[in-house]
């Protein structure tokens, strides 16, 4: 079933709840100035928090002109970055795999933007944005991508293995869900050493049921450990649609006995006249569990199923032997209805970089006094999975194009910068085509870096000093020893 033109327009919430609380007139200036950090603007995310037991925060978040031309800024170069590292995947000069982080920059802004380089972040392989905002440079970034001497990893890494331990960056980090036991691992060590700071161990929905998780949180809370579980909804591990593969997709309730806070996108479903047949009708039903049927059961009699549009979202092909008729019948009626996520669950977009820093600093302050918290960003990646994934297979093409014209978190801190006066059109063009010059300079020193020596296979495995020595097959013959 096509979705109407007036759903389309409630994807995007209108910025009129953005106000200053003190202002001495227009600011009119280009980014590269010095930006006035005295005044304050208060900005409202565009909808509410709502917690799983815990008290959600405020949605008013202050900022400064500063912050949010830094904002601006930031995504660019993140957004830049990763459109210029297809570019070379392309060209084979990045190979192996690579994940990609365009449409995300809202996290890693917006978690930077609440925390210090002494809490700790892990992630999974999506890492470049992330390491980036953790104070990388673009230079370390490309050489790591081509496999060159002056990448971040020594050019051992690669896409997935970024590092930067200085700045409280852990990883990069393959295995899926491996980092979540690390990242509880680093809290412990973080409330060992009383230093009052915290660990947000990242993972996407597609490792949320991932065992080891469950592990790790379980002995997070009974450790009270300062750990931030935060899970990136893209809405597709991999090529897998979340609600193909979660029987609940409510990934910040997981752990009931701990807190979660949703950074959630909401919309309404407006239902279309009768005329259409039961199958399209039953392209707008999503399978979920029986927590979410007792809220519209009474509409929709069949408990296991309703309406359900979080974001974006792939319907579920014609019947397809997921919906039951009863329940298709019930709904070919004209009616509108309200998202449960408004209701039943915390709603708050995940790609508003300003709500993701008002979750993070909740969450941070949560965690040194109570332990650990999850955190759920609503968000949305542009590309594929990686780059043999062309993304368009198991979502249309309209779906993402959507998004871009919807929610992109780079757009919305465009128009923030607009409505308040902070610069103009044309000096956000020119920021951005300083952005590209910045990368494109990046890319040709990181050209320059030499590849690693081949003797660098064989440091960087095992402890120094410890004398391990490499024998034949035959394990008569020592062939080397290992630095």
Known sequence: MALSTPLRSNLVRPLTGLTALSSTGHLRRPFSSSADDSTVITVETSVPFVGHKCDPPSRNVETTPKELLGFF???????????????????????????????????????????????????AYRDHCIFLGRGGSLVECFSELMGRQAGCSKGKGGSMHFYKKENGFFGGHGIVGAQVP?????????????????????????????????????????????AILVCENNHYGMGTAEWRAAKSPSYYKRGDYVPGLKIHFSSKVLQESDDEDANLCANLLWPLGQDFGQVLGKSLLGNLYMVRVEGISSPAKENGGLVESAVVEQISHPREVESTAGSARKAVDGMDAFAVKQACKFAKEHALKNGPIILEMDTYRYHGHSMSDPGSTYRTRDEISGVRQERDPIERIRKLILSHDLSTEAELKTIEKKVRSEVDDAIALAKESPMPDPSELFTNVYVKGFGIEVAGADRKEVRGVLP
């Open 73 to 123: 800024y930031d995504m660019a170069l993140m957004r830049r970055m990763e459109i210029a590292s297809d570019s070379l995947y392309k060209s084979k000069l990045i190979r192996g795999f690579c994940h990609l982080y365009d449409g995300q920059e809202a996290v890693a802004v917006g978690m930077e933007a609440a925390i210090t380089k002494k809490d700790c972040i892990i992630t």
């Open 182 to 226: 690390l990242g509880c691992g680093l809290a412990f060590a973080q409330k060992y050493s009383k230093d009052e700071t915290v660990t947000f161990a990242m993972y996407g929905d597609g490792a949320a049921n991932q065992g080891q998780l469950f592990e790790a949180l379980n002995m997070s809370a009974l450790l009270d450990l300062p």
